[in-house]
Nanobody
């Protein structure tokens, strides 16, 4: 079983930047990894995903142009660079792995999840 450890979440001002990291406990050889976020008021929401071998990236519309997902295959680590943060980005951010080919935006298609890291954007 793969363990995923997220880090990098903290309190930041509107317009600021953060970089989240997600380290996997073992080499990942599946199809993709992704970032999701959740607040108490909303269901878990897809943020960004990347195919592990090819590096193709996908984003939800609200973060396009502000967030960048990347991966370091040698370090088995996933990143999310978040710029121009808005108060609406406040959430717990989770990384997850997806073994099989398919849509990256559906949470129920992911196999393993991290424990989450809190991002709070203060106005």
């Amino acid at each position: 079983q793969v363990q995923l450890i997220e880090s990098g979440g903290e309190l930041v001002q509107v317009g600021g930047s953060l970089r989240l990291s997600c380290a996997a406990s073992a080499p990942f050889s599946g199809y993709a990894m992704g970032w999701f976020r959740q607040t108490p008021e909303k269901e878990r929401e897809f943020v960004a995903g990347v195919t592990w071998l090819g590096g193709s990236t996908y984003y939800t519309d609200s973060v396009k142009g502000r967030f960048t997902i990347s991966r370091d295959r040698a370090k088995n680590t996933l990143y999310l660079q978040m710029n121009s943060l808005e108060s609406e980005d406040t959430a717990v951010y989770y990384c997850a792995t997806k073994r099989r080919v398919g849509l990256l935006s559906k949470p129920n298609e992911y196999d393993y999840w991290g424990q989450g890291t809190q991002v709070t954007v203060a106005s």
